[in-house]
């Protein structure tokens, strides 16, 4: 009996550890299947909306950033999968590696007016809680819901900001310039925006009052060392560009459209390429009414900019001018491009309306990048587009 009493109770012990053990690993289970964290990021703070499984989002938190990287961590214990999204901005895509280092699955998506019906209360509490059901659909399958932005490497984020930043530097520049320039028309005097240039301020500085030439120098010295900073930016992106480039092509605008792409493998089709770019003319169809508007500007702003440019500066009259080395120079170097046939008669026709010289501008450059992307992608060769390569 003895033995058998002593049996029963080591049993029961034994029971009760098992017991608590399996109560403990119940406990370290993660308690939810996925929890939505909508952020609305500034620089000083984060506002979070948080939505648990199916439950509609909860109250707005608003965190310090180191506090809520830690809050974040949290989140990731108490879920088999956390997911969150933020807008892009002026923040940029520094948040984003720190959460997916934490094993959070998170979204940059296109900024957009989260306040659809115009109510006339918008705020970070509001636009979180927008964004969350926004991302609670874009989980359940609606694609519309969000429109997700790819996220840069470190390495291609870094020689973007080298390509901004000269473009940066190059407005600062003509924003001086017109300045100075501003000054002068207040005394009658008209001038360009190369006024400070050498050759002209040489012949324009006896002709100033003592007064006016005081406050130009501090315009003109200011600018030209803003002019050596472009020049030497400008030097260290031509540096990189290959040796081998489409006649015409300069290593300045190959730079700048590869780095505002950086990947030329994510399109999938040549759609993707001219929707990037927003380069695609706009349609209002509705009933029996249908109208086609103008490109829908909705891509990346710099890179159409670079392509449209390629083509602006070419001027009617017949022999084509450029302002820069960087521009593309194809209605004089690749007449076997099938563009170049294509769109020749009404870019270098004097007697072109405005309105169909711009169309074909946009048309050439949309098409252009579109080749670019072939090329790039190894869907074309350069004999197959009618190039000709050189050494840049």
Not at 88 to 108: I, M
Not at 149 to 154: F, G, L, M, Q, Y
Not at 168 to 183: D, N, V
Not at 304 to 311: F, G, P
């Amino acid at each position: 009996m003895r033995n058998h009493k002593t049996s029963s109770t080591a049993q029961a012990c034994g029971a009760q550890v098992a017991s608590k053990t399996s109560s403990v690993e119940i406990s370290t289970q993660p308690q939810y299947q996925q929890i939505k964290l909508a952020l609305d990021v500034h620089a000083a703070s984060i506002v979070v909306a948080r939505m648990v499984d199916g439950a509609k989002p909860q109250p707005p938190q608003s965190f310090q950033p180191a506090d809520f990287l830690q809050w974040a961590g949290k989140q990731k214990a108490l879920a088999k999968e956390v997911v969150s999204c933020y807008e892009a901005g002026p923040t940029g895509f520094w948040l984003h590696r720190p959460l997916t280092a934490l094993g959070v699955r998170n979204y940059v998506v296109c900024p957009t007016c989260l306040d659809e019906r115009h109510g006339g209360v918008n705020n970070d509490r509001t636009d979180a809680l927008e964004l969350a059901t926004r991302l609670d659909r874009y989980l359940a399958g609606n694609d519309r819901a969000l429109a997700v932005v790819r996220v840069p490497s470190e390495a291609e984020e870094q020689k973007r900001a080298h390509k901004r930043q000269r473009q940066q530097l190059r407005e600062q520049r003509l924003s001086l310039a017109a300045q100075g320039r501003s000054l002068m028309l207040l005394q009658g005097r008209r001038e360009t925006n190369h006024w400070w240039r050498e050759h002209r301020w040489k012949s324009l500085e006896p002709e100033l009052a003592a007064w006016l030439v005081e406050r130009l120098q501090v315009f003109r010295e200011l600018i030209l060392k803003v002019d050596e900073a472009v020049r030497q930016l400008t030097r260290e992106l031509e540096a990189q560009a290959p040796q081998v480039l489409p006649k015409g092509m300069g290593r300045l605008t190959y730079e700048a459209v590869e780095t505002e792409v950086a990947d030329w493998d994510r399109f999938k089709n040549r759609r993707q390429v001219g929707s990037y770019a927003g380069l695609c003319g706009g349609v209002s169809d509705s009933g029996q009414s249908t109208a086609e508007l103008s490109i829908t500007k909705a891509g990346n702003r710099r890179l159409r900019t670079d392509l449209v440019e390629l083509l602006a500066e070419c001027q009617p009259g017949g022999v084509p001018t450029w302002r820069s080395t960087s521009s593309w120079r194809l209605l004089l170097y690749q007449p076997k491009y099938y563009l170049v046939n294509k769109w020749k008669a009404i870019l270098l026709n004097p007697k072109a309306h405005r309105r169909a010289r711009k169309r074909a501008i946009i048309a050439f450059a949309r098409q252009l990048f579109i080749d670019l992307w072939r090329w790039k992608t190894g869907r074309r060769t350069p004999e197959q587009l009618g190039w000709v390569m050189t050494e840049a």
